[in-house]
C-alpha cells in the first residue's frame, strides 16, 4: 500500500493553513526534518504521530486518508467543498447559499457538456 498520499495531504493542509514546515514542527514538538519526511512519503506514522498531526491541523483522520479508503467519495466531496467554503470567507448562511448556486451551475455544465457530446 503506498502511503505517500498521506503525506501530500497533510502537506496540502498544512499549506491550506498558511504553515511552514517549521512552523508545525514547533507545534508539533517533531524536527522540521521529520515533517518533510512525512510529507514527502518517506515515513509510515505511527499512530499517535498521524494524531497529533490532524489535531494541529484541525482535519478529520479521514480526510487525510481518503485517498487510502475504499469508501472515501464522501471525503473527497467534502474536501471539494472545503476549498470552495474557503474561497468565500462570509457568514455561514451566505456560503451555504454560494455554495448551492455553485452546485447549481455545476449541474447545468454538467447537462449542457452531455448535450454537446451527444451532437
Known sequence: MDFSSVGKNIRFYRMRKHLTQEDL?????????YIGMIERGERVLP??????LVNVLDVSADMVLADLLTNSYKIRE????DRLASMFPMT???TVETLEAL?????????????????
Not at 47 to 52: A, K, Q, V, W
Not at 78 to 81: D, G, Q, T, Y
Not at 103 to 119: G, L, P, R
Open 78 to 81: 467534502s474536501r471539494c467543498l
Open 47 to 52: 499512530l499517535n504521530t498521524f494524531i497529533t
Open 92 to 94: 455561514e448562511k451566505a
Open 103 to 119: 452546485v447549481a451551475a455545476y449541474e447545468t455544465f454538467i447537462e449542457y457538456s452531455k448535450t454537446k457530446n451527444d451532437d
Open 25 to 33: 514542527a514547533e507545534m508539533t514538538g517533531y524536527t522540521p526534518n
